[in-house]
């Protein structure tokens, strides 16, 4: 039995329709990351899940419950903000203690408990400061001890590294992903930044204005996205995308036209694209400098060198952008001609409504 | 001509309009307030180095000690009272309520009409015969007769105050609803999914977090109210009997009434030892309060 179930979950304010129908299942113990773009309602649904927005339609169950009309206090979840959230004039100890001191749990109970969120989260030296002599990361951590001593069913995350610094950012990540290990709590972490989704994520939901575009494990997502909107918002640097229009579909090969760039052709049992207008996807770690596989031809506007990687932008003769991205250092200059290949099972193939057609 | 001292100079060339602002309105009036609490200045043209004896004579003869006395209690009661209501104002203020707004706008009439015009408001309804007031009570069935409030010493005390908190507590009111809305609304919707209440989320967050503001308008209205004149002159002159006179007024009385400006600049002086040291405690406190924001 999923330990969270969404139907049919909407939000407006006013007029504007912000999560229009969301139907999700989250199992126990899952760490479930909700991606999208800015304004594309991922806060508001974990709001909703919390009981800090007002429910339009549908419903939310928590163990089989419908919560709908509950506090977030009855919901058995714990929230950390992306500001923290935490009393500038109590101690640490103070903030983490604070729902047990709302609970009115005996002191022993209180000091049992947050000496024990105190030591997982290494915070046992820092209980007397307050929260403006800490780091970001050690703020961060009072956060989640606040959470931790509730001993939730859920814990919900709204964006809680996006304050930090790029470092200490990916070292927070490590520590949250042990942090789940350890406890084995269900969490619903948001997210506009896609490296911690696919990195923290057993299941991704990709949100896009209010609806959920894709819900899979980070290598579905990154393989096999479901439409366009998907493929482009996985992945960095982002998909390329050429239009095309389908020559021919028989069933074993799709071949398309892309203009200047020639002809493809590629192996897809479907005969409804023919005729269609298509866009092809390629992404940039894909590309290679040899002449394997269908072949490009374009000249780099920026060649950007990172060490690791190296990354050309360049425009298509149709207009369109073209990103690269090579192992290593190859010999690549700005506006110098370069001949790029991809093998033709890398490749990804949309239809006209912007649906992949694997 | 070394380029430091050039420095300076030019520094005190910038400096110069403000120091000679400062120099002009408020520092020649207080020492020649000073250097007049010390003579026997009245209407004659000459007067005479005295010494301390116009302290002596306030501080042994008559009842300057009893309205100092009379001054603290006043100021006592009134900023209290703007506090309180002050904060509950801005409470109810800061509550999402239907009309929030129209109530924020029905806060300001005390602030905006004219002070003169506001207190002769008052005393139309303190008037016995005509006033608001005493027609309400007795309507009521509360008194048996009508009421002048202004014609009794502990009545007029009181009716000062109330005249005084009504024209002070808007801007206490807005002030500390400025304060109330800088806490951070996250805080009261961590605290909520922890469980905490309504009360219990004012007690552990909304105070302590307006602690600063609580202190900064207190020792504000603190100075403010003690050199209050307007209010208890227009009401009652500082009667009846001098129950309603205050330092200010018994100052303006003694230089202004009875022509003494060398015994009324003695009170003054005394007076602006108190707002020095209102003052000093004010600069603490901000000091305080900026180190602990710091931390």
Redesign the interface.
């Known amino acids: 039995m999923s330990q969270l179930s969404l139907k049919r979950l909407e939000k407006s304010f006013n007029e504007a329709r912000i999560i229009k129908g969301i139907d999700l299942d989250v199992s126990e113990g899952e760490f479930v990351v909700f991606v999208g773009p800015s304004g594309c309602g991922k806060s508001t649904l974990l709001r909703m899940i919390a009981g800090l927005e007002d429910v339009t339609a549908g419903e939310i169950e928590i163990g089989g419950k419908t919560v709908n009309d509950l506090p977030p206090v009855q919901r058995g979840i714990a929230m950390v903000f992306q500001s923290y959230a935490l009393y500038p004039h109590m101690s640490v100890y103070e903030n983490i203690a604070f729902p047990l001191r709302v609970e009115k749990l005996p002191q022993a109970e209180v000091d049992a408990r947050v000496g024990a969120a105190a030591k997982v989260l290494q915070l046992e030296s820092r209980l007397q400061h307050r929260p403006g002599q800490l780091s970001g990361g050690q703020r961060q951590r009072v956060a989640i001890g606040r959470a931790i001593v509730r001993q939730p069913k859920i814990f919900l995350f709204d964006e809680p590294l996006s304050n930090l610094d790029a470092a200490l950012r990916s070292e927070m990540r490590i520590e949250l992903m042990e942090l789940h290990k350890r406890l084995g709590s269900t969490m619903i972490y948001v997210t506009h930044d896609q490296v911690e989704a696919m990195t923290m994520a057993d299941k991704i939901v990709v949100l896009d204005a209010g609806t959920i575009a894709q819900v899979g494990s980070p290598l579905d997502l990154y393989h096999r996205p479901d439409n366009l909107f998907v493929a482009g918002f996985i992945g960095s640097p982002k998909m390329n995308f050429i239009n095309g229009r389908v020559k021919s579909a028989d069933g074993t090969t799709v071949t398309i036209d892309l203009g200047s760039l020639g002809t493809i052709a590629l192996p897809r049992a479907i005969t409804e694209v023919a005729g269609q207008d298509v866009t092809l996807g390629i992404r940039p770690e894909h590309m290679r400098l040899d002449d394997g596989g269908f072949v490009i031809e374009t000249t780099p506007n920026i060649v950007e060198q990172l060490g690791i990687h190296t990354i050309t932008y360049s425009t298509l003769s149709s207009g369109e952008p073209f990103i690269g991205l090579f192992e290593g250092n190859p010999d690549l200059v700005e506006s110098k001609s370069v001949r790029m290949g991809f093998a033709l099972e890398q490749a990804h193939l949309f239809d006209a409504r912007g649906l992949a057609v694997y | 001509m070394t380029s430091t001292r050039s420095a300076t100079l030019f520094a005190f060339a910038l400096l110069a309009p403000a120091l000679i602002y400062i120099l002009t309105i408020v520092a020649y009036p207080l020492f020649d307030t000073i250097v007049l609490s010390f003579t026997n200045a009245s209407l004659r043209q000459e007067y005479d180095f005295v010494g301390w004896a116009n302290y002596q004579r306030i501080f042994t003869a008559g009842n300057f000690t009893e309205v100092i006395i009379r001054t603290f209690v006043w100021t006592f009661f009134s900023v209290s009272m703007k506090m309180i209501i002050g904060m509950c104002g801005a409470v109810l203020l800061n509550a999402a309520i239907p009309g929030q707004t129209l109530f924020r706008i029905l806060t300001m009439p005390p602030w905006i009409v004219p002070m003169a015009i506001g207190i002769y408001m008052w005393a139309w309804m303190y008037n016995g015969q005509f006033g608001m007031i005493s027609g309400l009570l007795e309507n009521m069935g509360l008194t048996s007769g009508p009421i002048a409030f202004l014609a009794y010493g502990h009545t007029a005390f009181w009716a000062t105050i109330v005249t005084d908190v009504w024209i002070g507590v808007p801007m206490v009111t807005i002030y500390f609803l400025a304060a109330m809305q800088s806490i951070?609304r996250?805080?009261y919707?961590?605290?909520?999914?922890?469980?905490?209440g309504r009360f219990?989320r004012f007690r552990?967050?909304t105070m302590?977090?307006m602690?600063p503001a609580i202190i900064t308008m207190s020792l504000l209205s603190l100075i403010a109210t003690f050199n209050s004149f307007d209010i208890i002159w227009i009401l009652t002159q500082g009667g009846p009997s001098g129950s309603t006179t205050t330092m200010i007024i018994d100052t303006y009385k003694t230089a202004m009434g009875s022509r003494k400006y060398g015994e009324g600049a003695a009170r003054a002086v005394v007076i602006s030892i108190f707002v020095i040291i209102f003052c000093i405690t004010y600069f603490r406190a901000v000091r305080k309060l900026q180190q602990g924001?710091a931390?």
Do not use: H, Q, S
Not at chain 2, 189 to 196: L, Q, R, S
């Open positions: 951070p996250d805080l919707e961590a605290a909520w999914t922890d469980g905490a219990y552990r967050i302590p977090l602690v924001e931390k």
